[in-house]
């Protein structure tokens, strides 16, 4: 058999370096394509074994049926979310792994960051001092010590930031939809997180059940001036309420690394366009809102993990009867998937 080959897209710098890096000895046949997966350029993938794909591929029903139309037998998406696939779809046609952990830390670490330079002001001060203005005001911040954060998903990701937390000397309270037990997190409901909570960080996946779980109704419930954080997905967030939520001085900061309607933007040079997208531009407007471009898995370590886990998850796959790291529809949703990573799911 000959080398797999493998269409990668929307590749990035920073990706090809670590997956040449991981592919040294030319195992792979690796194609880097830097557009994106849609309908209209999935056919790039012609002659090959597997598409490698990120967060904003949009490997929908579409593309789906014609991957597997030409043969495609494998989705390698080289992050841990999965939103963008159609899981359901996917199933008995190609299947789809994932890289379900390549640094937490990266991620949780990134969360706080935002964290502290918002609450901080370290954004604005940092723009002054440049210009060589030292004034202070403007700049008051708060202490985290005596907080109360209200972390939501508590998976790898949202215990470490839970970790992180509890060393700031806040008080800790979290909603999972499978609490972990006995793991001594002090779960509410999410009434009562939104009601209690001085800082709220969302660690869990987007599902059909949880998109805009932050809404109006929600944001209504929230303390005045509570500092939302979102490192998981943009549209667990209603954008349009949390713009309304910010100019009405109910939520006091947002730190966004992840926006629902980032697939257009975000990766990409705008700096010498006109957006158009007139909630990001309002949103990026405020001096309580900070936002990265989905940049909290960016650090050195993640990517060789990512880089490596994919190319293990592909080689896995092609010459084994196991799938570790194999989703599908059934077990994304703890729902009876015979195979339990055993085997491939079908
Ligand atoms: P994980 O699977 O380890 O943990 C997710 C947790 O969310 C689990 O405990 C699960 O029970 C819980 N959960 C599932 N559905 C829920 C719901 N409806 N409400 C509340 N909790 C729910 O995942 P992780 O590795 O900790 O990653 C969490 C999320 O972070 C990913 O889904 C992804 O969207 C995001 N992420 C973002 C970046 C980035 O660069 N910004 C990088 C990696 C992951």
């Known amino acids: 058999m000959g080398k797999t080959k493998i269409a990668f897209f929307d590749v990035k710098e920073y990706d090809r370096k ?18 994106r997966l849609t309908q209209d350029t999935c056919k790039l993938a012609e002659g090959c074994d597997a598409v490698c794909v990120f967060v904003n591929d949009d490997v929908n029903v579409s593309v789906i049926d014609k991957l597997a139309e030409m043969g495609v037998k494998l989705v390698a998406l080289r992050c841990a979310g999965y939103n963008n ?33 918002s609450i901080r002001r370290i ?11 030292f004034s202070l005001n403007g700049l008051t911040g708060f202490d ?10 508590t998976g790898k990701i949202g215990r470490i930031f839970i970790d992180i937390c ?9 909603y999972d939809k ?62 349009e309420a949390l713009v309304d939520g910010i100019k009405a001085r109910k939520i006091g900061a947002a730190c966004l690394d992840v926006y629902e309607e980032e697939s257009d933007v975000f990766f990409h040079d705008y ?18 809102v900070i936002v990265t471009s989905h940049q909290a898995f960016l650090t050195s370590e993640a990517l060789a993990n990512i880089a490596d886990t994919t190319l293990s998850n592909i080689r896995e796959f092609f010459e084994r009867d196991t799938c570790s790291n194999e989703i599908c529809y059934k077990c994304a949703n703890l729902s009876n998937c015979k195979q339990e990573h055993t085997k491939k799911c079908f």
Not at 96 to 104: D, F, I, L, Q, T
Not at 123 to 133: E, L, P, S, W
Not at 166 to 174: D, P
Not at 185 to 190: A, K, M, P, S
Request: glycine residues 6%; proline residues 3%.
């Open 18 to 35: 670590s997956f040449e890096d991981a592919n040294k000895i030319d195992e792979f046949d690796i194609v880097y394509l830097e557009t």
């Open 85 to 117: 696939v159609d899981i359901e779809h996917a199933y008995g046609k190609i299947h789809v792994v994932r890289v379900p952990a390549y640094s937490p830390y990266a991620v949780a670490e990134h969360a706080i960051a935002l964290l502290l330079t």
């Open 123 to 133: 954004h604005k001060a940092y723009i002054r001092t440049k210009d060589f203005n």
């Open 144 to 153: 985290l010590h005596g907080k109360t954060v209200g972390v939501v998903g």
């Open 166 to 174: 509890r060393g700031f000397g806040m008080r800790v309270i979290a």
């Open 178 to 239: 499978f609490p972990a037990q006995g793991s001594g997190i002090d779960y509410v409901t999410l009434d009562e997180l939104w009601e209690r909570s001085d800082i709220i960080s969302f660690h869990c996946p987007l599902t059909d059940e949880n998109r805009h779980m932050v809404n109006s109704e929600s944001i209504s419930k929230m303390k005045k001036g509570v500092v939302i954080i979102n490192t998981s997905r943009g549209a667990l967030i209603d954008s």
């Open 271 to 288: 700096s010498n366009h006109i957006v158009n997208d007139d909630t990001l531009a309002r949103l990026i407007s405020m001096p309580n």
